[in-house]
């Protein structure tokens, strides 16, 4: 059994991808395949790049329908079903709150009240049309833009381990900044899976939990390392679209799910949400495992499902 | 074609008229609308690999175009095909696509050796065809292919010589047409890459045909499937095509039994006196694709699909307009950046040197041209037969001369017809 690694910098991150073969050069023709993929859809979702699908619609959707591709229209309802199921934890639409709290290239600035309400004016999937029948996208009203950021990882991983099992490679691992993983099959003599870790909030050199990923995809959000203090109070990067305020509860949340996209939907979810709605969540959901970690004044709160923590 | 000529006088009309610009302008920089009165073209592609996929996605925003059909003799590309494009019919049988009377455009973005067979087929079926570049893997095949296109004056034949259509280009083919580089002395042009260049399948009679671009028996190798837009705008800018090249060619990277080098070298010369050398690898991404032309008063680099700069020597005549142009730094050099619709993005705060957001891509610009010449044509578009075999002949002489590592006369025959 021989390995090839190759790597990939895209989406502000950097993609690996490892896999087990007995042919090294079809391994590596599947692999570049596969991160080419991701290369073409970071075209395709940045919200940074002016040519990109994504920018089109921002620029365009609050004056006139847009149309777009059909993979594109395809998640952007996948966003809409996960905004819902994450009862609106979830929403791609938070970019104008992100920017008036600062946290969109700065540490984070307490917004004034007229700064936040416009803000969330134009906040919310309800505010986004998608018309299936010339698969159409519409704003609302004006302001309004779409930040595939927090799906962009898991979707690009999900589309390219579907390319790499079209190759016929069936022993792979791929990550995007070890925080959305893919996994095909299972590591050579390991036949329970991937072994992943996942960190400790209070010290990351440390493994809360560890699990197995097997035909699986993972998907872990966390809050620490980003943070701004205001008059005493700490606060993560990490926003509730339906408060507009930034999230004071889960340190870390952890998703394994048969779709990456969903993965990255649902872990960002689960950071947002108290312990209780999360688990409801998560229940609604089939074959997930979760974990979240809440701080406390004497450590971590972990609640769990398939997963177990160290 | 003739050459690019310089002189003092026309050095300076061509100052003046870039000063009266304003710096340039591209004149096709937005999107013009779909004649109300004419129905949408149904379109099929051929081919659904990277580039027909590509081809796909463009035609979804282009005006006027409403792709119907996708033809691929391989199950997983329709299976793309099926998510990507829902509403198109999907084929394996290309003969179906041309047998319907409903398809009036066929682009065809199959291997480069297929094209010759499925575009003439597509023109006798009285079809309009895009066929991507190079238009074919053989001088003769480029021929037989350019004649069927000439004897069919009324219908449309554009080849995706891509550059051709682009205004960026247009632009700044400009600057280098008013003789501000002063007087032209070489060019090098590079396209890096870090790939193996090979496909796989678990199907294994479906990997020889994946890697029809390392079998040497149809390949154009790196010169030609990845060079040949590049030297294509170096034809177009400096207004003649080369008399002979050397080439040559080497496998650094992939010692894995493949016999198409992934590294080359190509000098072209040109009838003017200049030499260009391309090099093309598989081995560094370094750098990726530009073409640079080094003149006795300034050198011009273009890259990002048709960004250019200009690099002025400290002796060079002032042009007046550069005063007021942005400069940017490259290490211990400064470029003066010439955009198309520079002082537009200036007056509106927006920094040249970005991409700007009201430009849409090289591939847009070239399906804008094939649509609009439904509504308005037929005309010969910009990248007609005569480019498209002209870079194909060439392409073939080079990557010939990089594969015998020799030196080749190029003879006029080889992209004149009968």
Redesign the interface.
Known sequence: MRSVRLALQAMATRFELLMYGSDP??????G??AL?EIALLEK?LSFY???SEV??IN?DAADRPV?????LF?LLQTARACTESTKGAFDITIGPLMRCWGFVRSTGTWPSDQTLNAARAVTGMSLVRLRGAGRTVEFARPGLTIDLGAIGKGFAIEEATMLLR???VASALLHGGTSSIGAIGTPPEEPEGWPVGIADPRDPSRNAATIRLRDEAFSVSATWGKAFRHKGTQFGHVIDPRSGQPVRGAALAAVAHSSATWCDALSTGLLILDPNTARSVSDTQDRVRWLTGYRKADGIAYHSQGIDTN | MGGLKVSRRNFLMGGAMISGAGLVRAANIKQRPWPGNRDDVNCAIIGYGPQGRALASTLARVPGARLAAICDTYDPMLLRARRDVPEASRHTDYREVLDNPEIKAVLIATPTHLHKDLAIDALEAGKNVYCEAPMASSIEDAQALARAARDAPNQIFQVGQIYRSNPQHRSVFQFMRSGAIGKPAMGRGQWHSKESWRRTSPNADRIRALNWRLDPEVSLGLIGESCLLQMDVAFWVLGELPSAVHGFGQIMAWPDGREVPDTVQAVLQFPSGLHMLFDATLASSFDEAYEVYFGTDSTIIFRDRGKAWMFKEVDAPMLGWEVYARRDRFYKETGIALLANATQLDAQNQDPTEDDPNVETPLWYAMQEFMDNHAFGPYPPAADWARGLEATAIAVAANRAITQRTHINIDPAWYSLD
């Open positions: 050069v079809a391994l590596r023709a599947a570049e395949e080419r395709q790049d002016p040519y920018s089109r620029r149309r777009v591709s059909a993979r395809s079209q190759c016929g």
